[in-house]
Structure formats: C-alpha cells, structure tokens
C-alpha cells in the first residue's frame, strides 16, 4: 500500500482516508505542509531538486516539505519533513494555509517558518544542490532560475501579492 493521506473538501474537512498517488491521479483535495527555512541573519534555503526525481526535475525551491499523514496537523508534518529532509530539529510555525491549485493536483498547502540554527544534512534522493541567501539575492534567484510553480504561487501569497 502506498503513502496514505486524508482526502479533504474545499473547507479542509476530513472525507476519507486514500493513497496520495490516488489522490493526485484523481486530483482530490489533500494536505500538504511546507516550511521556508531561515537563518537568524534572515537568510533564505533554496535548493534544487534532483534530476532523476519525478516530480520537478532539476528545478528550484525555497519550500521543504511534502504531504502531510494521516493524523497528522500541519506544524507535526512540518517539523517530520524538515527532519526526514534536513536532518534538522525545528518548531515550525504555521504562517498561511491556501487552497493551492497544484501543478500536479489541488491540495491545501500550510506554509510553515522556521528558523534553522543547526547546519543540515541534505536528504540527496530529495535536494541535489542548496544554498542560503539574503532576501535580495533571493528575491533575484526567482527571477533568474527554474523555480516549482508551485513554489512561486506560496511565494507570492507569502510576500502579499495576488497569485498571476
């Protein structure tokens, strides 16, 4: 059986229990929790995904994160993400939940902060390449390279502008 989430309506209520391959072939609301990661100077994660993942090869992100169990609330699936991606123990804290339309499928995206103090350890099947900026240098980083559509959709819900 494959990776089991709670499949939810547009107000975020609990329909069911199915698998997320399910889910998304059948493009049924489900939760995923995600997490901007900063220094305590203010500087910003990105990284960039393998290029053998399926899902955005090669592309950039400034979100860790990844659907969130069965059971779980979005700031419990939060920390599990960055400690199964970064290796890393934090206190995420919730920051704005949207119905995201998905590249792949719709879900319900939380969007987490967490100030990281502890130096990662990259889970290589999930980010090939990261690197941490200011918000200038990141602000330019979107504007220069491939980023998770996604990604730029909570970005811009982040920084308070209307999704295009």
Known sequence: ???LVERVDDQDRVLGIVERAEAIRNRWLHRVATTICRRPDGRVLIHRRPPTVSRF???Y???VGGAVNVGESYETAAARELAEELGVTASPRLVLKFLCPGAISPYWLGLHEAVITDEPT???AEIAWHTWLTPPEFEQAVRRHPFVADGLDAW???RGLSPE
């Open 61 to 63: 992100n400034w979100l």
């Open 156 to 158: 811009r819900r982040y």
């Open 57 to 59: 090869p090669g592309q």
């Open 1 to 3: 059986m494959g990776e």
């Open 122 to 124: 990259m889970d290589p």
